[in-house]
Nanobody, 131 residues
Framework: QKQLVESGGGFMKPGSSLRLSCAASGFRVEDSAIGWFRQAPGQEREGIACISNNDGPATTYYARFVKGRFTISRDNAKNTVYLQIETLKPDDTAVYYC??????????????????????WGQGTQVTVSS
């Protein structure tokens, strides 16, 4: 059974940094496209980043709003994907999810969230940014 478990969220101060983890089981992350998205209260889901499953070095894609503050990476040995967030802002407050996708959806070089029926995502991890 394919499963993803997110962790690493918490209550953070503005300007701080955070690394979220997405541990996979039942499949290999290196064989899959793994994305991160978030959902704030009352808001729609928002795609953040995706790391592809191509052979050789992975290709990463980011949503247009990211502007360098988010970095997605993968540790094949740990079967885990990470999302590093720098300079946290109160607007980053949301539940963060990782998702196993068929492929990274990209338009104009930017990642966008396009969930499909067979996609798998975890329970999410809450990130709250407040002074």
């Amino acid at each position: 059974q394919k499963q993803l478990v997110e962790s690493g969220g918490g209550f953070m101060k503005p300007g701080s940094s955070l690394r979220l983890s997405c541990a996979a089981s039942g499949f290999r992350v290196e064989d899959s496209a793994i994305g991160w998205f978030r959902q704030a209260p009352g808001q729609e889901r928002e795609g953040i980043a995706c790391i592809s499953n191509n052979d050789g070095p992975a290709t990463t894609y980011y949503a247009r709003f990211v502007k360098g503050r988010f970095t997605i990476s993968r540790d094949n040995a740990k079967n885990t994907v990470y999302l590093q967030i720098e300079t946290l802002k109160p607007d980053d407050t949301a539940v963060y999810y990782c998702v196993r996708e068929e492929l990274c959806s990209v338009w104009g070089g930017n990642y966008f969230l396009d969930l499909r029926p067979d996609d798998v995502w975890g329970q999410g991890t809450q990130v709250t940014v407040s002074s």
